[in-house]
């Protein structure tokens, strides 16, 4: 049992179970066949990528990011500049940064 949250009344959690299967083998070979096909099954699910696919989605995430980062940096020096008039009125930064602290 789990608990809603305040007030709430407890939550009946119920366990989802498998059916158990069976299975028929009508001869030794057939047997066999299933032995080893359980014997060197993959443990593990394999790779749907290779390395080179993971490395050229890697390459590519970071390239966008970069040129995100980039454009961000130019949009800040664009709005910085503006703001001061692109160094036109000096010592107008510093003046505004005096008057802040």
Known sequence: RTHGGPGAEPVEVREVREKPYMVRIQDRSELQ???REMVF??????ATMSIEEAADLEIQEMREKEAERMVR????RA????RWWDGDRYGAKEEWEDEQR
Do not use: F, I, Q, S
Not at 41 to 46: F, Y
Not at 73 to 76: G, K, P, S, V
Not at 79 to 82: G, I, N, V
């Open 73 to 76: 940096e130019a949009e800040e």
């Open 33 to 35: 066949r299933l032995y």
């Open 79 to 82: 709005k910085d500049a503006d």
């Open 41 to 46: 099954r993959c443990p593990h699910p394999l």
